[in-house]
């Protein structure tokens, strides 16, 4: 299957998609955010494995939640866990493309992995995005990551915009 294929409706990995693990457990979307919340408070307090656990069960239970794809992403990065930051950016991409958060951790990850000409391009998208979502916080860091980065070609995306 690649990457803009949909699996066959009836499938199991179509049933897991649609959160038949979330259902077995007796559980509706709305529940999850209390596992949301557990998982912040544990990264934030530096408990990175913790938090790492409780995201996997958040994906486990809704893989196509844009939101704990992006946490885990996070917190894979704060667990120098590059490969799986990376492929958790890239499902945020894959879901909500116009988010710029994904690109940002993408080229965070990508970095991390010392993969810096793809970092350059995701933090370049980074910045357009964040820039017509109005997300300055998004902008900054692109703009500051860009701006350490070896690439001559990352001075483009830095231009004020017009």
Do not use: W
């Not at 000409?117 to 300055?136: C, F, I, M, P, Y």
């Amino acid at each position: 299957m690649d990457a803009h294929s949909q699996p066959a409706p009836g499938s199991e990995a179509a049933a897991l998609l649609d959160g038949q693990i979330r259902d077995a457990l007796g559980l509706k979307s709305e529940d999850l955010s209390i596992g949301l919340e557990v998982a912040r408070n544990l990264l934030q307090r530096g408990a990175t494995a913790d938090a790492l656990r409780v995201y996997a069960g958040l994906i486990l239970c809704e893989p196509t939640n844009p939101v704990f794809q992006t946490g885990l992403a996070n917190c894979a990065l704060a667990a120098e866990e590059f490969h799986l930051a990376l492929q958790a950016a890239s499902a945020v991409i894959a879901l909500a493309p116009q988010d710029p958060r994904g690109y940002l951790v993408s080229g965070r990850a990508c970095i991390g992995l010392g993969a810096l000409a793809e970092a350059s391009e995701d933090l370049r998208d980074a910045v357009a995005l964040g820039r017509a979502a109005r997300n300055a916080a998004v902008v900054e860091e692109a703009g500051r990551l860009l701006e350490a980065l070896p690439d001559p070609a990352r001075a483009p995306a830095l231009a004020p915009a017009g």
